[in-house]
Each structure stands twice: as C-alpha cells, then as structure tokens.
C-alpha cells in the first residue's frame, strides 16, 4: 500500500506555515514555530503516532502565540484530512491513555469526518514555556474540525501542567496510531459504506 502523504501551505498576514505529513512514517519530526514547547509537543506526537511530520512556520509570535498554534491546527488538520483519503482499511477508532507522573490523560477519537471536540481539562497556570495553556484547546479545535474528527481529550487528574499537556499530546498521537491503522482485508469502517 502506498504511503498516505500530504503537503500544505498556509500563508496569512499572520503566519506563514510549510508542513509536510506522512501518516505511514516512523515519527521523525523537524518541527520550527518560535514556540519551544509546542515544538516539543509536536515531537511527541509525531513520535507516538508514527507519523512523519515536518513544520516550519513564521508567525507574530511578538504578538502572542495565537495565531501561530491555530494556523498550524488547521494546517495539520487539512494536511491529516487530505493524507486519510476515502478512510479504506482504516481502523476508525483510536482511544488511548498516557500517565505521566501524577497525571493520567485520555485520548478517544473517531475518524468519522463529523468535526466535534469535547475537553475536560483544567490548567493552573497561564503557560508552560511560551505556549499558552489556554492555546490547547485550540489547537485542538483547530485540527479536529480541519481533519474531520470527533475528539474527546480528558485529563482525569493531575497536578502539574507540563505532565498535564505532554501527556495530552502523546494520548493523542498513539489514538491516532491505532485509528489510522489499516488492513488491506479492511473496507470503509461504516455501515453507510462512506464516511
């Protein structure tokens, strides 16, 4: 089977976004977006997924980091979206869940191109590094309604923030692993014989 791959750009008076997806990879990653941490969290997921993922994005970081987190939301999400295909073969589903130290994460998901996200997570502080924990969800958001996926992200608890959302990204690349996960024996993973 051919690798499922995908190339975009974005370009706004806000950022400018290269990214390249390979979702048959084997979790390399050469991520740059100004953001130390969310470089960092990209890393993982692209590690846990075993996805190949590379990003280089200039935005108006001097700004705050909105823009840049969003618009690679929604880059990922579109590249994802474009990378799936028909979804043949796929598993559908992924669920998975990350300890990290105190905290304990959840990652559920469905590849079912009905965009919706549910998050159940809290943070103390206002960042972690350079990224704004608020930015999580809406990165998120932004991939999840780019991608046509129903996401549910829970940190059932937990103290520290850092563990909190590192655990978050992991959960969320090893569901996408198991959900992209396909077989040849496989056909469209839906009684309506389409998603």
């Known amino acids: 089977m051919l690798d499922r791959c ?10 400018s976004i290269n990214l390249e997806l390979n979702l048959d990879g084997t979790g390399k990653s050469e ?3 100004g953001i130390g941490f969310f470089d960092h969290m ?3 997921f692209a590690f846990n997924g075993k996805v190949d993922l590379n990003v280089i994005a200039k935005g108006d970081i001097e700004v705050c980091d909105h823009h840049t987190i969003e618009d690679i939301g929604i880059t990922l999400g579109e ?3 474009e990378a799936i295909g028909d979804k043949s073969g796929i598993n559908r589903y ?3 869940y990350v300890p990290m130290d105190e905290t304990l994460a959840l990652v559920s998901l469905d590849i079912s191109n009905r965009p919706f996200v549910v998050f159940d997570c809290e943070f103390k ?3 972690v590094g350079e990224m704004s924990t608020e930015m999580v969800i809406e990165f998120f ?3 999840a309604f780019n ?3 129903t996401l549910h992200l829970k940190i059932l608890y937990g103290e520290n923030d850092h563990h909190k959302i590192e655990a978050l990204f992991k959960a969320f690349g090893r569901a996408i692993k198991e959900a992209k996960f396909r077989s040849a024996e496989n056909g469209v993973p839906s009684t309506k014989g389409s998603l």
């Open 6 to 15: 995908s190339k975009r750009e974005r370009i706004t008076k806000e950022t």
């Open 31 to 33: 991520i740059s977006t």
């Open 42 to 44: 990209l890393n993982l």
């Open 79 to 81: 590249a994802f979206k």
């Open 94 to 96: 992924g669920t998975f």
């Open 125 to 127: 502080r206002e960042k």
């Open 141 to 143: 958001r932004a991939f």
């Open 147 to 149: 991608a046509g996926i």
